[in-house]
């Protein structure tokens, strides 16, 4: 919590306030918080999950016809984390909703979660379309950035700097 040394990082101390940017409700999660740099996010972190390595099995199985074999690996990720398991007899689209949301739960509160699997299938809009209550306040079709597929997220201003040959993806301010 706030003020308290990091267990992991010598010298890294929790800041007794988030800064403003850091949140918008005064709530952060801060399983992986601590200031980064363009070379270190500062916090080692899993690569990958045991869950996530399931998920990715599921979906491969589905994509071949095996969408029965592919919620049974939906539905282990479901019994870790104390839920009931879902149908076998799903459709080969249902399956592949199930898993990317499946993804979106398990993975909610980590840098990744789920975005890119939803992102490289075209799915992302879609996705929070049907899954956030609050989709027609958030300007979706306002936002450049977001009319990508894939989405391309910003190359950050620190990495610019090491290297000004790059050039910022579309939607994104120019750099200057």
Excluded: C
């Excluded at 990715?56 to 282990?76: C, H, I, P, T």
């Amino acid at each position: 919590g706030p003020g308290e040394a990091h267990q992991e990082i010598p010298g890294f101390v929790m800041p007794t306030e988030v800064p403003n940017q850091g949140t918008k409700t005064g709530y952060i999660i801060t399983k992986w918080w601590q200031a980064a740099s363009a070379t270190n996010v500062g916090v080692d972190f899993p690569v990958i999950r045991y869950s996530e390595v399931l998920l990715n099995y599921a979906e491969a199985l589905n994509e071949v016809g095996r969408s029965s074999d592919a919620m049974k690996q939906v539905n282990v990720v479901r019994a870790r984390a104390g839920l009931e398991a879902k149908s076998l007899d799903l459709s080969k689209a249902d399956v592949l909703a199930a898993i990317f949301y499946e993804a979106r739960m398990e993975f909610i509160y980590e840098f990744y979660g789920a975005f890119s699997m939803l992102n490289r299938r075209g799915m992302f809009r879609e996705f929070i379309k049907s899954h956030r209550a609050d989709f027609s306040q958030i300007d979706y079709d306002g936002k450049a950035w977001l009319q990508q597929s894939p989405i391309l997220l910003p190359i950050p201003t620190a990495a610019w700097n090491l290297n000004k040959a790059l050039v910022q993806n579309p939607g994104y301010p120019a750099f200057n």
